[in-house]
Nanobody
Framework: VQLQASGGGLAQVGGSLRLSCTAS????????MGWYRQAPRQGRELVAV???????NYADYVKGRFTISRDNAKNTVNLYMNILQSEDTGVYYC?????????WGQGTQVTVSS
């Protein structure tokens, strides 16, 4: 399984970006799909995940600003990031899991500048 992320880049404070992730290879019915991020000199942290049931979990610091969506048929997950803040800067990693394994994408850089 490979998770290919796209999107990200540079945005200004208050702006928007979209991240997309598509799973390829052996296609599983993933339980969770979502996004984590790692800010400079910080650990990796949850941004948002969506379960195959449709249940969504957002980190408190993105609630009301970010929206996650998932297409189970296409094994894709998108993250719409609005009202970006400088603290949102970091490397964003696509994530998916099954009952037995976790999978990570290669990471995509998001930089928010004022």
């Amino acid at each position: 399984v490979q998770l290919q992320a796209s999107g990200g880049g540079l945005a200004q404070v208050g702006g928007s970006l979209r991240l997309s992730c598509t799973a390829s290879g052996s296609i599983f019915k993933f339980n969770d799909m979502g996004w984590y991020r790692q800010a400079p000199r910080q650990g990796r942290e949850l941004v948002a995940v969506v379960h195959k049931s449709g249940n969504i979990n957002y980190a408190d610091y993105v609630k009301g600003r970010f929206t996650i969506s998932r297409d189970n048929a296409k094994n894709t997950v998108n993250l719409y990031m609005n009202i970006l803040q400088s603290e949102d800067t970091g490397v964003y990693y696509c994530y998916a899991d099954t009952d037995s394994s976790d999978y990570w994408g290669q990471g995509t850089q998001v930089t928010v500048s004022s």
